[in-house]
């Protein structure tokens, strides 16, 4: 999803270049006016005293992880974790949810919450130590290579993910007639603290769907069925503890690696925080996810060379991380990847839930070594659930129900067959068998393999019957954890990474970063400076002693008015949807206020749209013999600024409405070409009931501004357009200024409770 980024900002630029091109092909035609025609980091109580017995580096960390069980489990109160090392088992397996051990390390994790981030920190000779992931540098022994990087965190408030009958469905509504499509049926499953679960099925089988759903990003009335965080329903206050890594990868292309974290970090992590340990965070997770050696790279995009796929998608990973989520939920985040990349993902994974996380992410088809990473495995067709269980044991599942493979498969490809119906190289139970010989059509009778409808509907059937009743049974006991502890889940206030005034300097920053190569593109410049000479060398001295001159050098200050006017609006329509994705993105993590957000976005462009027009009048002012004097020089460059940034709001009020470039370009040129008519210069006589739409046109009055300016000493009115004092036109284009603007902000808001 960094396409539109980069790809928008070049389309802007093209439009922008085009639009310059159009204006000066016009300037001639402007001579003669006959002729003429834009978590709280999951640090629950924050930090304290108990924050320094947090990790503190690896070192620590490494004796934290290697105490024993009983240890970890028997100090209640004390900053210990759910560490779950391979060679001590310390896994919350589903059956193990009512003992008093897994009670008490869950207690356990859940009252370590008081830590600090300072302890975060990889000491820096151990960094030097660590051999980064690459994608050119794959380890011998792969295993080994990746212990390396074993990613430590603090622990988290655990959360027990619960979903009971999750049905969900969409209304398509047609030209005539509204339809709705089942997109998920009856899902029934839990994830625990320290658990690694992937969704699993074939393409448009409801992965993404039931990730959304889980993940609190789709919020419907068309939901149906339970889904419980600790026992609670979704709260807003959970959105600080979930990291969620969608499957496109949404990241500014102009940004370095370090930049991404380091705003993320600066945005996210709790105000107890300082920059500096925010910083250090950034810096930790680069180095937990093997980043180091890019992290000076530019993320990049279709236009932009930058990082490689991996290292984008680790990215993404790190951008959630950074927050140490209770709940990180992931959506393909190995697709595309190579098998030895994809393993470092899902082993870093696999590292994340080892640290007490709870980790759902879905996955397309995972490679043998990939498999036997994920705890539990939840397997969907067509909407239905056709596993549940542990990822280990789905191969016994189906072999109990009459499913196996007849050749050496991948357990993924298999469940993968299984679940497209595809049953060539599986046996299939004699009950299906007979089933074909009733119905199956002719062509498939004679095939002797069953539909894959057939297939579909025997695997729903087999697991409701066999499997469905009992996992529903496990998941009505109630979750292992204190009372206090749970309700924690719904509330802890909200608070946010940085106050309102800290979020709009770090999206002020943060924009002008972005977009620093635009602000310093020479071919802008170029343009600008062009577009002014050619305007100079045509109005060359043109004075304003006779009438004829003076007519003249009003088209100019027309030209000028309508220049001004329109390039700011085809510029800034753009601005909302291009950043649609991220706003979206970020938003629903609650990284900022939309407030912040959007102050800080349109002013981050203002240093460079008043750079230009500066340059721009210091060459035409004096090329074309406007009035010479400071004051009126002054002035002139105070009109162009407010007609500017009142063009620029027209054009954020369109972008914010409409959200569709098309849309947006279309209702724009029809605007500016309706303002530009209206702008008193074409046409003088305009009938009486519509007469008014000139005082909706920011040239218009941006036109008798400049002539005020000018003229103001030579006579009373200018070619039909009377010289006034100018306090009303000024008012009218401040009151443009703050209007469309809030329409903007207003549009906004309302995409984001649509
Ligand atoms: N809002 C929606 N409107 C219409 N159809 C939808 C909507 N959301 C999901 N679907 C449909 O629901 C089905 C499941 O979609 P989903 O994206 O969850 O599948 P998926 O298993 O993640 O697919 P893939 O692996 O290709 O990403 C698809 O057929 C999709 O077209």
Request: charged share 20%.
């Amino acid at each position: 999803m960094e396409k539109p980024n980069s790809s928008t900002s070049s389309l802007i630029r093209t439009k922008s270049d085009q639009f310059v091109e159009t204006m000066a092909a016009a300037l001639a035609a402007m001579k003669s006016p006959v002729s003429s025609g834009e978590v709280a980091a999951s640090a629950v109580g924050g930090g304290g005293p108990e924050g320094s017995s947090s990790f503190h580096s690896r070192k620590s960390s490494r004796g934290l992880a290697s105490a024993s069980p009983g240890r970890s489990s028997g100090h209640i109160g004390k900053n210990t974790h759910i560490r779950k090392s391979r060679s001590a088992q310390m896994k919350f397996d589903v059956d193990d949810l009512s003992s008093s051990a897994a009670l008490s390390r869950a207690s356990s994790a859940s009252l370590g919450f008081s830590f600090s981030f300072t302890g975060f920190t990889v000491p820096p000779d151990e960094i030097a130590d660590m051999k980064p992931y690459s994608d050119e540098d794959i380890p011998e022994d792969l295993e080994a290579g990746m212990q390396k990087t074993k990613l430590h965190t603090e622990p988290t408030l655990p959360i027990y993910l619960k979903f009971t009958d999750v049905t969900y469905k969409v209304v398509l509504k047609g030209i005539r007639t509204t339809l709705d499509k089942e997109i998920l049926n009856g899902i029934t499953g839990s994830i625990d603290p320290g658990e690694v679960l992937a969704l699993m099925g074939p393409s448009g089988s409801g992965k993404t769907s039931l990730l959304s759903l889980l993940g609190g990003r789709i919020r419907e009335p068309t939901i149906g069925g339970s889904i419980t965080y600790n026992d609670q329903p979704y709260s807003k206050y959970l959105k600080s503890r979930i990291g969620f890594v969608t499957q496109d990868d949404v990241l500014f292309p102009h940004l370095t690696v370090k930049e991404t974290l380091s705003y993320a970090a600066r945005l996210r992590l709790p105000r107890t925080l300082t920059k500096q340990e925010k910083d250090q965070r950034a810096i930790d997770v680069i180095c937990e996810l093997g980043l180091e050696r890019c992290q000076d790279t530019m993320i990049g995009g279709s236009f932009v060379r930058g990082v490689s796929g991996g290292e984008r998608k680790r990215v993404c990973i790190g951008n959630e991380i950074i927050i140490n989520p209770s709940l990180l939920f992931l959506d393909e985040p190995t697709s595309g990847l190579d098998s030895t990349t994809a393993l470092r993902i899902v082993k870093t994974l696999h590292d994340i839930a080892e640290a007490g996380k709870t980790v759902i992410t879905t996955i397309h088809q995972p490679s043998s070594r990939l498999f036997p990473k994920f705890d539990k495995l939840i397997l969907l067709g067509k909407g239905s659930l056709l596993y549940f269980g542990k990822a280990s044991e789905a191969m016994l599942y189906f072999a109990s129900i009459g499913c196996s493979p007849l050749i050496a498969m991948n357990p993924a490809e298999f469940m993968l067959d299984l679940a497209n119906g595809n049953v060539t190289d599986i046996s299939v139970p004699s009950e299906l068998e007979d089933r074909v010989q009733i119905e199956n059509s002719e062509a498939e009778r004679k095939s002797e393999k069953p539909a894959p409808a057939l297939v579909h509907e025997y695997l729903v059937e087999a697991y409701e019957t066999r499997v469905v009743e009992n996992e529903k049974k496990k998941l009505r006991s109630p979750t292992p954890i204190d009372e206090e502890i749970k309700s924690k889940v719904c509330t802890t206030k909200r608070e946010w990474g940085a106050s309102w005034c800290g979020q709009y300097s770090i999206l002020f920053w943060r924009g002008l970063k972005e977009r620093r190569h635009d602000y310093f593109s020479c071919l802008r410049i170029t343009q600008v400076l062009a577009t002014a000479t050619i305007l100079g060398l045509l109005w060359w001295k043109s004075g304003s002693n006779n009438p004829e001159k003076l007519q003249d050098q009003a088209g100019l200050l027309f030209f000028i008015s309508v220049f001004w006017g329109f390039f700011p609006v085809f510029t800034a329509i753009f601005t909302f949807p291009q950043e649609r994705a991220m706003l979206s993105k970020e938003r629903a993590a609650d990284m900022y206020r939309l407030s912040a957000y959007f102050v800080a976005r349109t002013t981050s462009d203002l240093p460079l749209d008043l750079i230009l027009p500066v340059l721009f009048l210091l060459v035409v002012y004096f090329m074309a013999g406007l009035r010479m004097n400071v004051g009126s020089f002054f002035l002139t460059v105070v009109t162009v600024f407010l007609c500017i940034i009142a063009a620029q709001g027209l054009g954020l009020a369109i972008g914010a409405t409409l959200m569709d470039l098309k849309k947006a370009t279309t209702l724009a040129s029809v605007t500016v070409m309706t303002f530009m008519l209206a702008g008193g210069y074409f046409v003088k006589n305009v009938p009486v009931f519509i007469s008014w739409l000139r005082y909706l046109s920011f040239n218009y009055h941006t036109y008798k501004l400049l002539l005020k300016v000018q003229y103001e000493h030579i006579s009373h009115s200018i070619d039909g357009v009377k010289i006034v004092d100018g306090y009303e036109e000024v008012g009218v284009l401040l009151a443009m200024v703050v209007g469309y603007r809030l329409l903007a902000y207003l549009s906004l808001r309302r995409m984001e409770l649509r």
